[in-house]
């Protein structure tokens, strides 16, 4: 039987698409979740991690846009996307981890310290948080929008006693260091 050209399309999009995850944040879960952990990722915009994490978690994505969750639904029906406000951050439901890949960089430093504090009260006892920051001293431009850039020790200082530490590291996303990965467990003592 041959697949119909829209068919094609469809599949080598989906291709294109997986093959633009974050490798270093996925390799991440992959080793601190078991398979079929709950997880909500924030920010899910090409739907990227969001398919490749689907295949061994129950993942849920989320976004600001309708345009978006629009646009993944049809592309993907089987897939669980919401509509959330990044500022608000109104997260409903329990989970193993809450993911973002490189979204709250977008919220000044203020607003990411109440995005930690309420994401800390979505976890399980034993949940963590797996964000990527851009990496650097300040703010710059991307794509129009103003983001905020952390080093090591500039995000260390953020963090909420009500989370520890497990991993603060640089890495390259690009072709030079641009970003910064950071694992944080719920304190439960």
Not at 114 to 125: D, G
Not at 142 to 153: A, Q
Request: charged fraction near 30%; include cysteine.
């Amino acid at each position: 039987m041959t697949k119909s050209m829209d068919e094609f399309n469809h599949l080598q999009e989906e291709d294109e698409i997986e093959e633009h995850y974050n490798t270093r944040m996925v390799n991440l879960v992959d080793e601190y979740l078991l398979d079929r952990s709950a997880i909500l990722e924030l920010g899910s915009r090409t739907a990227a991690d969001l398919l490749k994490l689907s295949k061994n978690y129950e993942v849920t994505g989320s976004d600001s846009s309708k345009t978006v969750i629009n646009r993944i639904q049809e592309a993907h029906p089987d897939l669980e996307v919401k509509k959330l406000d990044l500022h608000a951050l109104a997260i409903k439901g329990t989970y193993d981890c809450i993911y973002s890949d490189k979204v709250l960089s977008e919220l000044s430093k203020e607003e990411l310290i109440h995005a930690l504090n309420n994401q800390v009260e979505h976890l399980y006892e034993d949940g963590i948080i797996l964000m990527s920051l851009h990496y650097g001293e300040g703010q710059a431009e991307i794509d129009g929008k103003v983001i905020n850039c952390y080093t090591e020790t500039t995000i260390g200082q953020l963090i909420p006693d009500s989370l520890r530490i497990v991993l603060i590291d640089s890495y390259s996303q690009d072709s030079r260091k641009d970003s910064l990965v950071v694992i944080l467990k719920k304190r439960t003592d």
